[in-house]
């Protein structure tokens, strides 16, 4: 079992430049110029998962994920692929998927090409590298409480799945509203609490991460605070706005939308649950603020509102 949290954090605090992180990161992959990169292009994701381990598959690798889905597409594939490998070298928490071009996910992807280089055996047993190195590994192991589902008292408009774009197309049509793109303005609310039987193993390492950073005293982003209030065997909700709602609906599904994509690639929409139309973006925004503050006042689930 590896520890690399020390070197992780230290090195974190002597590079807060990304383009220093680059940097390293180009003198270790020769065969791809990484020191230019902005964003997870599929040539820079597949460089460096080789260069972890070149003799993995990184496509064979990625069906083996807990919730794999023959619609992803390549991107989605092979970011999968590379935290899951990341995981096996170094201990990335698995809650942490590679999303975007961040600082500490490509921090991250250098431990794990040094660790390989190292010699490190990959295991699902490593300390989880991006773990407080100033907390007691024990907090990280505390059992969990058990975990039920509270009734929601919103009827539910419809339910996720592949067909979500047209179903909400036909939602939208149902309450006289037009579904083309800039002719409606709608602010939406969205049932995102994971299930327990059987529950994810991501949602089960966050609550296990997000309970050991609260007993520990740490600060806590927006999908560790949710992670607590599941572990008080709450609720969670997103509260959103779009002028092109169907096709928002459809990157929700994906875990794609922009500024909920990091919170619904990990807590996945379930039910569809409040749609209200309003003429125009503006109030549309100032509704989708007052719509969350309403709900935070009237029940104790997390309320996610980007």
């Not at 605090?13 to 110029?33: G, N, Q």
């Not at 806590?220 to 572990?231: G, H, M, P, Q, S």
Request: glycine share 4%.
């Amino acid at each position: 079992m590896a520890d690399l949290r020390e070197e992780y954090h230290t090195f974190q605090k002597e590079h807060p430049d990304e383009s220093d992180v680059l940097k390293e990161l180009d003198d270790l992959i020769s065969d791809y110029d990484v020191r230019h990169e902005t964003s997870l292009k599929d040539p820079f994701l597949t460089a460096c998962f080789e260069r972890i381990d070149p003799e993995r598959n990184w496509e064979e690798l990625v069906r083996d994920a807990e919730n794999y889905e023959n619609w992803w597409g390549k991107k989605k594939r092979r970011a999968t692929a590379l935290r899951m490998l990341m995981t096996l070298q170094i201990g990335w928490p698995e809650h942490k998927g590679l999303l975007e071009f961040d600082w500490k996910y490509l921090i991250g992807i250098l431990y794990a090409i040094k660790a390989s280089d190292d010699g490190v055996d990959q295991s699902e047993d490593h300390v989880p590298v991006t773990y407080p190195p100033d907390l007691d590994l024990e907090l990280l192991e505390r059992d969990l409480p058990e975990r039920t589902v509270p009734n929601c008292d919103i009827p539910t408009i419809l339910t996720f799945s592949p067909d979500i774009k047209n179903n909400a197309v036909e939602s939208l049509a149902e309450r006289s509203i037009n579904p083309e793109a800039n002719n409606h303005h709608v602010v939406y609310v969205i049932d995102c609490t994971p299930e327990t039987e059987p529950e994810r193993s991501a949602i089960t390492s966050i609550r296990h991460y997000a309970q050991a950073l609260r007993i520990g005293g740490k600060p806590l982003n927006d999908r560790e605070a949710a992670a607590v209030l599941l572990n008080e065997s709450q609720g969670l909700l997103y509260v959103g706005y779009s002028h092109e709602f169907p096709k928002r609906m459809n990157r929700h599904f994906k875990g794609k939308a922009t500024g909920g994509a990091n919170f619904m690639n990990l807590y996945k929409p379930k039910r569809l649950l409040d749609i209200d139309d309003y003429p125009s973006d503006e109030i549309a925004e100032s509704e989708e603020i007052d719509r969350a503050s309403e709900l935070k006042r009237q029940t104790e689930w997390f309320v996610y509102q980007y």
